[in-house]
């Protein structure tokens, strides 16, 4: 396999899986979106040729994984952040499709622990994707104990086929960006929390001070606060306290202010 995969499948028609599923087909893969149910599928697969319509006959769309196309040559899992459902998924993905490399799209989850699902580890490993994954140049590859070193060097040259920067990460929980993206972030809520400045001044500060591209609250609401507070109760269980979750934050979860999604976070959005 060189230059871009022939196909690829992709699990999971959320925001992430729709995207990746865009990336491929804009770089002349064979796409194919599944979902649990047909109809979910289908609304997936729409969204993607609504934003991708010069490419929209390259993706097709599948309800059991079981069923993947045998030309599959790159599995990219894109469900919820939940390791019991991402293994349940990744060892359904790579009994179907046993040529394939096989990757998560996980931003936090160890890649060792997600292998144990996986029967030839070797072929395994994270490929970390960013939102919006269109306007994004990094993709992190992330190792495992047992990838091969032969998985890691398609996967560079995936990245490179796809146009993106590709950084090599060894598993670690939170790898390299999560890490220090969501410590950034959960600094930024206490001080929300704590009265030091408006949302929007804390964003300014990180914009226009360090140059970041969005400010670490606009990305919270971006991300979802609770995806953000699901990675940081993670992070806090494997790495210390310096990930706990801020009260705020948590607050704000359980009044189902989730940011975008929700159209109420940190910033209100008129359009989810």
Not at 174 to 180: N, V, W
Not at 213 to 240: C, F, K, M, Q
Request: proline content about 4%; overall charge negative; hydrophobic content about 45%.
């Amino acid at each position: 396999m060189t230059g871009h995969p022939r196909h690829v499948t992709v699990i999971g028609g959320g925001t992430m899986g729709c995207g990746i599923a865009g990336l491929m087909a804009e770089a002349g893969s064979a796409v194919t979106l599944v979902e649990v149910e047909q109809a979910a599928a289908d609304r997936a697969a729409e969204r993607v040729r609504r934003e991708w319509p010069e490419h929209a006959d390259a993706v097709g769309t599948a309800s059991d994984i079981r069923r993947i196309p045998a030309s599959t040559d790159l599995v990219v899992e894109a469900v919820a952040e939940q390791a019991e459902l991402k293994m349940d998924v990744l060892a359904a993905a790579a009994q179907a499709a046993p040529h394939a490399v096989v990757a998560t799209n996980t931003s936090s989850i160890a890649i060792s622990r997600l292998a144990r699902a996986v029967s030839d580890p070797g072929r395994f490993l994270g490929l970390h994707f960013f939102n919006p994954v269109a306007r994004s140049a990094l993709i992190e590859i992330v190792t495992g104990e047992q990838t091969a070193q032969e998985t890691v060097r398609l996967a560079k040259g995936w990245c490179e086929a796809w146009q993106r920067t590709a950084i090599v990460v060894r598993d670690s929980p939170g790898f390299a960006t999560s890490r220090l993206g969501v410590l950034l972030g959960l600094e930024a809520i206490r001080m929300v929390e704590e009265g030091v400045a408006e949302p929007h001044d804390i964003d300014a500060a990180m914009v226009l001070g360090y140059r970041h591209p969005v400010g670490p609250l606009r990305l919270t609401d971006l991300v979802g606060l609770d995806v953000r507070l699901a990675i940081a109760e993670y992070l806090s269980g494997e790495l210390g306290d310096r990930f706990s979750p801020p009260r705020l934050l948590r607050e704000m979860v359980g009044d189902g202010l989730l940011g975008r999604k929700t159209g109420q976070g940190f910033y209100t959005w008129t359009q989810r």
